[in-house]
């Protein structure tokens, strides 16, 4: 099974400041792996899916970037609706099981 | 516009069998493209998947659970369920339906969620 371990478990930023967000997996994803922001009382976004294209209709701000098991997603220049948790996500070939992160909080400072 | 409704009890006794359908609206569930799962968050926790089926009737479950999950697709009448059985006050969770393309990894269009209380 492959675990993966997203840091730091709280992110506090202020808007208009760059979010930096890391997911490892426990073992290579190769690019098979995706990003998810999530809302109080809301269901999971899809924002980034094989580490680095952004789902459609998401804003040019987020970016996912790695490979193999390190992973990042940034968001260049904090909106005031960012501040909600991020999840990455992979899926394994076969078969095929779904594992997320624990998730990151991201906070207003 | 692809939508995906839960329905199903919001409160189940424990020991008892919880149950859940989700109705997808805005496209076909025999689609050949897709698996459909079922994801669940405990109150103020991540996220935890449960289990996926294709429209053949394939299942997939999450190994801890896997003893106590089913879950089923009914194509005429485009929906998928799940049951899960012997719950505890462990089970209490937000549950959700997803779509996952076959050929990706990204779960990309979900159900709102659905809250499950298991108290008796």
């Known amino acids: 099974e492959i675990v993966l371990t997203q840091s730091p478990a709280t992110l506090s930023l202020s808007p208009g400041e760059r979010a930096t967000l890391s997911c490892r997996a426990s073992q290579s994803v190769s690019s098979y792996l995706a990003w998810y922001q999530q809302k109080p009382g809301q269901a999971p976004r899809l924002l980034i899916y094989d580490a680095s294209n952004r789902a459609t209709g998401i804003p040019a701000r987020f970016s996912g970037s790695g490979s193999g098991t390190d992973f990042t997603l940034t968001i260049s220049s904090l909106e005031p609706e960012d501040f909600a948790v991020y999840y990455c996500?992979?899926?394994?070939?076969?078969?095929?099981?779904?594992?997320f992160g624990q998730g990151t909080k991201l906070e207003i400072k | 516009q692809l939508q995906l409704q839960e329905s199903g009890p919001g409160l189940v006794k424990p020991s008892e069998t919880l149950s859940l359908t989700c109705t997808v609206s805005?496209?076909?569930?025999?689609?050949?493209?897709?698996?459909w799962g079922w994801i669940r968050q405990p109150p103020g926790k991540g996220l935890e998947w449960i289990g996926s089926?294709?429209?053949?009737?394939?299942?997939y479950y999450n190994p801890s659970l896997k003893s106590r999950v089913t879950i089923s697709v009914d194509t005429s009448k485009n929906q998928f369920s799940l049951k899960l059985s012997s719950v505890t006050a462990a089970d209490t969770a937000v549950y959700y339906c997803?779509?996952?393309?076959?050929?990706?990894?990204?779960?990309?269009?979900w159900g709102q969620g659905t809250l499950v209380t298991v108290s008796s």
């Open positions: 089926i294709y429209y053949s009737g394939s299942t």
């Open positions: 996500q992979q899926r394994s070939n076969w078969p095929p099981e779904y594992t």
């Open positions: 997803a779509r996952g393309p076959k050929a990706g990894t990204p779960l990309d269009y």
């Open positions: 805005g496209g076909s569930i025999s689609s050949s493209s897709y698996y």
